[in-house]
C-alpha cells in the first residue's frame, strides 16, 4: 500500500515537471531541460556527488536513441542510475528509497523569476499624466490606454482642419456679415 503511494506520488512530481513551460504538454513525457529542472529543484544535483553534467548523461542514457524526452517508466531508471552517486554511504534500496523522498509530491518553483523592478525614475516615465503632445492623445483622463483610437488619426468631415479653433462658427460669420 505504501509503495503505491509513493508511485502516485512520484507520478504526479513527473506530471507536474513534464507540463512546467510547455502549453501543449501531455505530461507523459519528459525533456531534457525539465529534467534539469527537476534534478535542481528537487535538490538531487549538490555540486559535489551530483553535478548538472551527470544529470546530463544520465538523461541521454536512459532515453530512446532518437527520442528527446522520457517516459515515466524511463525516469525511474534515471533515478536508480542517481541514487548511488547521491547518497554514496547508503545501500542502493536505501538510496532509491532516499532519491524517491526527495521528489515525492514536489512541483516545479519558480524562485529567480524576474520581478518589476519598482524605482522612481521608472515610476517618472511610465506616469501618463505627465505626457505632452502627441503623446498625451493616447491616454484618457484616469490614465488608461486608449487603444487603437488613441494612435490613429479620426478623420472628421466638418471641412476643418483638425483642431481649428473657431470650428463651426462658419455659418454664424457669414450671416452677421449680410
Known amino acids: 500500500m505504501a509503495e503505491s503511494a509513493d508511485m502516485d506520488q512520484l507520478m504526479a512530481s513527473f506530471r507536474k515537471f513534464a507540463v512546467h513551460g510547455d502549453t501543449k504538454a501531455t505530461g507523459r513525457e519528459l525533456n531534457g531541460k525539465n529534467w534539469a529542472k527537476l534534478c535542481k ?3 538531487i544535483t549538490d555540486g559535489k556527488n551530483v553535478s548538472s553534467t551527470d544529470v546530463d548523461i544520465v538523461f541521454s542514457k536512459v532515453k530512446q536513441k532518437t527520442s528527446r524526452v522520457i517516459t515515466f517508466e524511463e525516469f525511474q531508471r534515471a533515478l536508480e542510475d542517481l541514487a548511488p552517486k547521491r547518497f554514496k554511504g547508503q545501500s542502493k534500496e536505501a538510496a532509491l528509497e532516499s532519491i524517491f523522498k526527495l521528489v515525492d509530491g514536489r512541483g516545479p518553483s519558480n524562485v529567480g523569476v524576474t520581478k518589476v523592478a519598482k524605482v522612481a525614475a521608472l515610476d517618472r516615465l511610465t506616469d501618463a499624466s ?5 503623446h498625451r492623445e493616447r491616454f484618457d483622463e484616469s490614465g488608461r490606454g486608449k487603444g487603437r483610437e488613441g494612435r490613429e488619426d479620426t478623420v472628421e468631415n466638418t471641412g476643418y482642419v483638425g483642431a481649428y479653433r473657431d470650428a463651426g462658427t462658419y ?6 456679415e449680410k
Do not use: V
Open 41 to 43: 529543484d528537487c535538490k
Open 130 to 134: 505627465r505626457y505632452t503632445g502627441s
Open 171 to 176: 455659418d454664424h460669420k457669414t450671416k452677421t
